[in-house]
């Protein structure tokens, strides 16, 4: 799989438990920490897997990074509002939706307008960084460090169980 492929296979996962998220009712909490928590999870390797390889590789052909990176501070942001509501807030819902709309709009801008300008690099260059983006995907999702790293994220934010 390119680069561009394999991100856009992952954004796909996150919209998908977002919509999961935000469909879910006030009364099922168990589902919604779930949902939430994996939620965390995937959007702390895609962050990592992007700012470590893909957005290295492309610094050169699309002039996107900044925006790129503010929308990742944006995502963080909102993503801390959920992570601090009860999971049973009547807001709950509301703020998963901004998230949603945000995650939405950042997806729209990689996948339109970045990916597209990251084909410059060509299409040996764009298979090798699609192998090495799963590599480095399934490394973190199967690490102690990272499943650290989401126990301190969870503490720093307070998360309400």
């Known amino acids: 799989m390119k680069a561009d492929e394999v991100l856009t296979a992952h954004h796909d996962v996150l919209r998908g438990l977002l ?27 895609h962050t990592q897997i992007e700012d470590e390889l893909f957005y290295p590789a492309v610094v050169d052909v699309s002039p996107l990074l900044s925006l790129a990176h503010a929308e990742h501070r944006q995502i963080d942001d909102q993503l801390a509002v959920v992570m601090r509501l009860a999971l049973d807030d ?3 819902t509301t703020e998963v ?4 709309s945000t995650l939405r709009h950042h997806t729209f801008e990689e996948e339109e307008r970045m990916f597209p300008q990251s084909h410059a690099l060509g299409e040996r ?4 960084l699609g192998a090495q983006l799963q590599q480095r995907q399934r490394e973190l999702g199967r690490s102690g460090g990272m ?3 989401m126990r301190l994220k969870r503490a720093t934010l307070r998360t309400r169980p």
């Open 125 to 128: 260059r764009l298979e090798e």
């Open 19 to 45: 919509r999961d998220l935000a469909e879910t009712s006030d009364g099922q909490t168990d589902r919604r920490r779930e949902l939430r928590d994996e939620l965390l999870r995937e959007l702390e390797v």
């Open 90 to 92: 009547p807001e709950f």
């Open 147 to 149: 499943r650290l790293i």
């Open 97 to 100: 939706r901004m998230l949603e």
